[in-house]
């Protein structure tokens, strides 16, 4: 099966710095099963449309990276730009059949809201220098972790790994074992910087729900005292988990900070 591919819709002109409130995220170009010797052909996306690129930011702010068992292997995947679709391609060749899991990270950065609703790409200082006819109203850090779960495994247990991110989504039902039904549940755990995060808002969409409406999702919830949530998968094809959190920024001359987090797997 091959995933829904649909035009970008026309972009809104805007002040640099648009793509903060973007998802970022990795999904395969091609939604089917993956053996070892397989190239695997993946995109990466800014974006607020399931399955549609938006916006390309700057390369060096994104990165893929390759995970089995929880750590590591190679470095990160080189990008290429797709001007057509918006977004960046990269791919993979599985070297066994061990699960893998793809990272997409839009990495750190901030950026300044100013008072007349326009953004900007930099911090308090940066901004206020080179837009100092503008009044800066709030100033974000701001980064995007993502995962896709590429082949699972029924008999495997990596997948509830994680990958130490500031904020991240543990799948707690194995990707593989997820399928469509009436009474079929999934449930996952919300970490921030390894601890449960309870209260957190989630999001839960598929391929094909209500695709011309942007940051729309099929379903929302709310983490419990662990950090745990379920969503009903009345769907195959690709889904994705989505949450984020914001909080008083760590960062010296900075109001807040804002961190999202995604799950992407498929379900047969």
Same mark, same amino acid.
């Given at each position: 099966?091959?995933?829904?591919?649909?035009?970008?819709?026309?972009?809104?002109?805007?002040?640099?710095?648009?793509?903060?409130?973007?998802?970022?995220?990795?999904?395969?170009?091609?939604?089917?099963?993956?053996?070892?010797?397989?190239?695997?052909?993946?995109?990466?996306?800014?974006?607020?449309?399931?399955?549609?690129?938006?916006?390309?930011?700057?390369?060096?702010?994104?990165?893929?990276?390759?995970?089995?068992?929880?750590?590591?292997?190679?470095?990160?995947?080189?990008?290429?730009?797709?001007?057509?679709?918006?977004?960046?391609?990269?791919?993979?060749?599985?070297?066994?059949?061990?699960?893998?899991?793809?990272?997409?990270?839009?990495?750190?950065?901030?950026?300044?809201?100013?008072?007349?609703?326009?953004?900007?790409?930099?911090?308090?200082?940066?901004?206020?220098?080179?837009?100092?006819?503008?009044?800066?109203?709030?100033?974000?850090?701001?980064?995007?972790?993502?995962?896709?779960?590429?082949?699972?495994?029924?008999?495997?247990?990596?997948?509830?790994?994680?990958?130490?991110?500031?904020?991240?989504?543990? +799948?707690? &039902?194995?990707?593989? @074992?997820? /399928?469509?039904? $009436?009474?079929?549940?999934?449930? *996952? #755990?919300?970490?921030?910087? !390894?601890?449960?995060?309870?209260?957190?808002?989630?999001?839960?969409?598929?391929?094909?729900?209500?695709?011309?409406? +942007?940051? &729309?999702?099929?379903? @929302?919830? /709310?983490?419990? $005292?662990?950090?745990?949530?379920? *969503? #009903?998968?009345?769907?195959? !094809?690709?889904?994705?988990?989505?949450?984020?959190?914001?909080?008083?920024?760590?960062?010296?001359?900075?109001?807040?900070?804002?961190?999202?987090?995604?799950?992407?797997?498929?379900?047969?």
């Amino acid at each position: 099966m091959k995933k829904t591919l649909f035009f970008a819709p026309a972009l809104c002109a805007m002040i640099v710095g648009a793509a903060a409130a973007h998802e970022f995220y990795v999904m395969p170009d091609e939604v089917k099963d993956y053996k070892k010797g397989d190239t695997v052909k993946i995109d990466a996306l800014s974006t607020h449309y399931f399955t549609v690129g938006e916006e390309l930011e700057p390369v060096e702010v994104n990165e893929v990276l390759v995970y089995k068992s929880g750590k590591q292997v190679n470095g990160e995947l080189p990008l290429t730009e797709n001007r057509d679709r918006l977004l960046y391609e990269t791919s993979y060749t599985l070297t066994d059949d061990a699960p893998v899991v793809i990272a997409g990270n839009r990495k750190g950065g901030f950026y300044c809201r100013f008072t007349d609703g326009g953004y900007a790409d930099g911090t308090k200082a940066e901004v206020s220098a080179a837009v100092p006819d503008k009044t800066i109203s709030l100033t974000r850090y701001f980064a995007k972790y993502s995962k896709l779960y590429l082949n699972p495994k029924a008999d495997d247990t990596s997948y509830s790994i994680p990958l130490g991110y500031d904020l991240e989504i543990i +799948p707690l &039902t194995n990707p593989a @074992k997820i /399928k469509k039904g $009436a009474f079929s549940t999934a449930k *996952f #755990k919300v970490l921030y910087k !390894g601890q449960a995060l309870s209260g957190a808002e989630v999001d839960a969409t598929y391929d094909y729900y209500n695709y011309k409406t +942007p940051d &729309t999702y099929a379903q @929302k919830a /709310k983490t419990d $005292a662990k950090g745990e949530v379920s *969503f #009903k998968i009345d769907h195959d !094809g690709l889904w994705i988990i989505r949450t984020s959190d914001t909080r008083r920024s760590s960062y010296p001359d900075t109001d807040e900070d804002n961190i999202a987090a995604i799950v992407v797997f498929n379900v047969k």
